[in-house]
């Protein structure tokens, strides 16, 4: 099958399956295969393609999230390698490591810590863009904290990595950030969402838990949509200064923040 038909084909089953996106995840699937770029792809329209194309239309086509049937994932400056041991980055959290930077302005060396660093995305793209920072992502997950590892070594960027959750925050920090569960059920959700791991996606309350004993100058938070105002009112109770929400490119109020 040319590169033509293929992405023809490729756009009506993923239509057909309620795909959101059918042409953008057909373009981005078939030049996965062949071997460019998604602008790339269409000087190559009468290529051939070989049979690898098949088996990741399936998946798609099943609704395996896009990040997971390519391998990688793009975030910020970095590609990262993604599967079923953690979450697919997303662009809203692209704003919380914006965040992290802006406050982090001026400072020296500072002590972060990422609390559930999953895919390594927060820690990584902040140890890329601070390269003077002391970076260290915990996760409950062993599986994601060895995701996070292979992407650290194939970006040779120095984090530290250690199983660990709400405990750590209490070491002494100038930073912490998470992007912790705040989903009350998948019923009604996206079907991708099935494929990624439910314990980090499901939960509720460890916003709270986090600003109630992180020791840290600085706190940063992604929310769910409508959960801003409850997490803003939880870092002031925690003795939290100059609370603030920052919309994401949809307009979410999306992440909480707060300085000590």
Same mark, same amino acid.
């Given at each position: 099958m040319i590169v033509r038909d293929a992405l023809r084909h490729?756009?009506?089953?993923?239509?057909?399956?309620?795909?959101d996106t059918?042409?953008?995840?057909?373009?981005?699937?078939? $030049?996965?295969?062949?071997?460019?770029?998604?602008?790339?792809?269409?000087?190559q329209?009468?290529?051939? &393609?070989?049979?690898? /194309?098949?088996? &990741?239309?399936?998946?798609?086509e099943l609704?395996?999230? /896009?990040?997971?049937?390519? =391998?990688?994932?793009?975030?910020?400056?970095?590609?990262?390698?993604?599967?079923?041991?953690?979450?697919?980055?997303?662009?809203?959290?692209?704003?919380?490591?914006?965040?992290? &930077?802006?406050?982090? $302005?001026?400072?020296e060396s500072?002590?972060? /810590?990422?609390?559930?660093?999953?895919? =390594? $995305?927060?820690?990584? $793209?902040?140890?890329?863009?601070?390269?003077?920072?002391?970076?260290? =992502?915990?996760?409950?997950?062993?599986d994601a904290l060895l995701l996070a590892s292979e992407n650290a070594g194939r970006l040779g960027l120095d984090v530290e990595l250690r199983e660990g959750s709400l405990d750590a925050a209490?070491?002494?920090?100038?930073?912490?950030?998470?992007?912790?569960?705040?989903?009350?059920? /998948?019923?009604?959700l996206q079907p991708e969402l099935r494929y990624e791991p439910r314990q980090a996606l499901v939960g509720s309350g460890l916003h709270q838990a986090i600003a109630a004993v992180a020791e840290t100058r600085l706190l940063v938070l992604e929310v769910g949509d409508g959960q801003a105002d409850l997490i803003a009112q939880a870092l002031r109770s925690a003795a939290y200064e100059g609370v603030r929400t920052t919309r994401d490119l949809a307009g979410i109020e999306r992440v909480v923040e707060g300085r000590r």
């Open positions: 490729a756009e009506q089953r993923f239509a057909a399956a309620g795909i059918p042409r953008v995840d057909a373009e981005l699937l078939v $030049a996965h295969v062949a071997g460019t770029t998604r602008s790339g792809l269409y000087a329209l009468d290529c051939e &393609l070989d049979g690898a /194309l098949e088996p &990741l239309l399936r998946r798609r609704r395996e999230p /896009l990040a997971y049937v390519l =391998g990688e994932w793009g975030f910020r400056r970095l590609v990262l390698k993604v599967d079923r041991r953690a979450l697919v980055p997303r662009p809203e959290t692209e704003i919380v490591v914006e965040r992290c &930077l802006a406050l982090l $302005a001026g400072s500072p002590r972060v /810590l990422d609390i559930g660093v999953g895919s =390594g $995305a927060i820690a990584l $793209a902040l140890k890329d863009e601070r390269p003077d920072a002391n970076v260290t =992502g915990v996760d409950v997950s062993h209490r070491e002494g920090w100038d930073l912490v950030v998470s992007n912790p569960p705040y989903v009350d059920s /998948l019923d009604g």
